[in-house]
């Protein structure tokens, strides 16, 4: 098994030692930064990503997984930098006003993060203005909110209103999603896009970032 | 009069537990994002109106409103000083709506927090801060304490567990948050329905079950997962199925009619106590509760 299939395997496994001493091999092997990100650890994630959809494996081992790339990615990213990889886009997340719950948010953090984003992570209980005032300062297209409570959940409506009573709607798209999030309420409070999961908020945020 | 709860849960019949607390408030006008625990401070008329209704509406249990009472969730509010206030008003206000005809289950909800080695708290914190909890509300006089909602195994056990040594004379009801998926029932960190049975059993809850989830459909499936491998009575709360919003307003996509009708599904031999969790209304158990008295 070539080096970087080995450490798309640690990785979905969540073996995070294996994984830092594995990409610390591929950087010292000479493979290029961005070649090491795709083929290793963004595959390896997608490969976890897909398998959580199916509940082949939860939260736990997503969790593992998400630890291990984290560290893989502090040491790629130094010289991702250095090699002007083009960032895929800003995106600012956080969890809806009076929502302490982040584990769904952090996943989709994570995953961004892999998948090239630069993310301002507002944290957890984010009121509307500082989603929206947080895309302006950082010239963010896409703004993520997570809720997990039925009773936080009515709050992302105002994110969305915010985004449009500042005329950013044309400039900042929304995504919203968490346990309770459906498609059809994405699509009553106006939202750009739901993803039911981190994975596919990744792919939705892809599209969003495109947008003209 | 009321008499004990496990004698009922284990002789029958079917008790009609109540239905929703926090999605209630908000439909009472409890702003989004406010916790709902504050309103036993600042609204008890409010809190105290919903528990009236759920027993007049035929609900033989008050669930308290403290869900997300425990130290850590309420620090993470910012509201770590409230513990005390929090807790023994909530089961002060159920207790004067139930009287001698319902008994006051009190909620623990989860810690909002991921355990070690998934997240940050050890589970020697999580405990602690489930038994400060349960102490204030055994101490209010709770009759039942009744931990739900739990998507994880071992901090679900704990809650029971710390039950057991605070408030050791009441009973304990757990329930955990299941998905019903393509490739069986599981909770979103995987623990399966006869996993938590067992666990939950042998860490010592007298009641085991499911609450909030996907609606009254999915539930059924729970619910027959849990009458074949419980060896204890079962609890079962579903939700009124998915919140959708309208005309600004959240809504529920099960209707009392609808969700009524469906919960017949849900009494299968061994399911001692039947109520509602988010989107339930006291119209959904006015019609559950005719519904259970119908089959006794």
Same mark, same amino acid.
């Given at each position: 098994?070539? *080096? ?54 939860? *939260? ?153 | ?70 130290? %850590?969730? %309420? ?25 001698? +005809? ?50 994880? %195994? ?9 039950? &057991? ?110 109520? &509602? ?8 158990? +006015? %019609? ?9």
């Amino acid at each position: 098994m070539d *080096l970087l299939t080995t450490l798309s395997t640690n990785l979905q496994e969540g073996n995070d030692r294996a994984v830092c001493v594995l990409t610390r091999q591929a950087i010292a092997a000479g493979l290029p930064p961005a070649e090491i990100l795709d083929r290793a650890l963004l595959s390896g994630m997608a490969a976890v990503g897909a398998r959580f959809r199916d509940r082949e494996i939860f *939260l736990p081992d997503v969790l593992l997984a998400a630890r291990a790339m984290h560290g893989a990615m502090a040491l790629l990213k130094p010289l991702l930098a250095a090699g002007n990889v083009p960032s895929a886009g800003t995106v600012v997340l956080g969890t809806v006003s009076g929502d302490i719950h982040d584990i769904g948010k952090n996943l989709v953090a994570f995953m961004l993060q892999g998948a090239g984003f630069d993310v301002v992570d507002l944290g957890t209980d984010v009121a509307p203005d500082r989603f929206v005032d947080a895309a302006i300062d950082s010239g963010a297209t896409v703004i993520g909110v997570s809720a997990l409570l039925t009773t936080t959940m009515a709050g992302m409506a105002g994110v969305v209103d915010v985004v449009r009573r500042r005329g950013l709607s044309a400039r900042v798209a929304t995504i919203v999603g968490g346990a309770p999030v459906t498609d059809a309420f994405a699509r009553e409070i106006g939202a750009d896009a739901y993803a039911s999961d981190a994975p596919s908020a990744v792919e939705r945020i892809r599209g969003l970032v495109r947008r003209p | 009069v009321i008499g004990d709860f496990l004698s009922r849960v284990r002789g029958g019949p079917t008790v009609c537990g109540d239905g929703a607390w926090g999605s209630l408030l908000m439909e009472r006008g409890l702003p989004s994002g406010r916790p709902p625990e504050l309103w036993t401070l600042e609204r008890p008329d409010l809190v105290r109106a919903i528990a009236d209704e759920y027993v007049a509406s035929g609900a033989e249990v008050v669930t308290t409103n403290t869900f997300g009472g425990s130290p %850590l969730r %309420l620090d993470a509010h910012r509201l770590a000083g409230h513990v005390e206030t929090v807790n023994a008003s909530a089961v002060k206000l159920a207790r004067e709506a139930a009287a001698d +005809r319902a008994w006051v289950a009190a909620s623990v909800g989860p810690s909002g927090r991921l355990l070690a080695p998934f997240g940050d708290v050890d589970p020697d914190v999580a405990y602690a801060s489930f038994e400060q909890q349960i102490g204030v509300l055994a101490d209010a006089g709770a009759d039942i304490i009744c931990v739900e909602t739990m998507t994880d %195994l071992a901090e679900a056990t704990l809650a029971v567990r710390a039950a &057991g040594t605070v408030a050791p004379r009441l009973p304990v009801i757990a329930m955990m948050t299941f998905e019903v998926t393509a490739r069986g029932v599981f909770t979103v960190m995987g623990v399966r329905v006869e996993q938590a049975a067992q666990a939950l059993a042998d860490a010592g809850a007298d009641v085991v079950g499911a609450n909030c989830g996907y609606g009254v459909e999915s539930m059924t499936i729970v619910a027959r997962e849990f009458a074949t491998h419980a060896r204890t009575p079962i609890a079962i709360r579903p939700n009124a199925g998915m919140p959708q919003r309208r005309d600004g307003r959240l809504a529920y996509s099960e209707g009392p009619e609808m969700f009524a009708a469906a919960a017949r599904n849900l009494m299968l031999p061994g399911v001692a106590l039947v109520g &509602g969790c988010c989107g339930t209304t006291p119209a959904h158990i +006015r %019609l559950l509760a005719g519904q259970l008295s119908a089959s006794k």
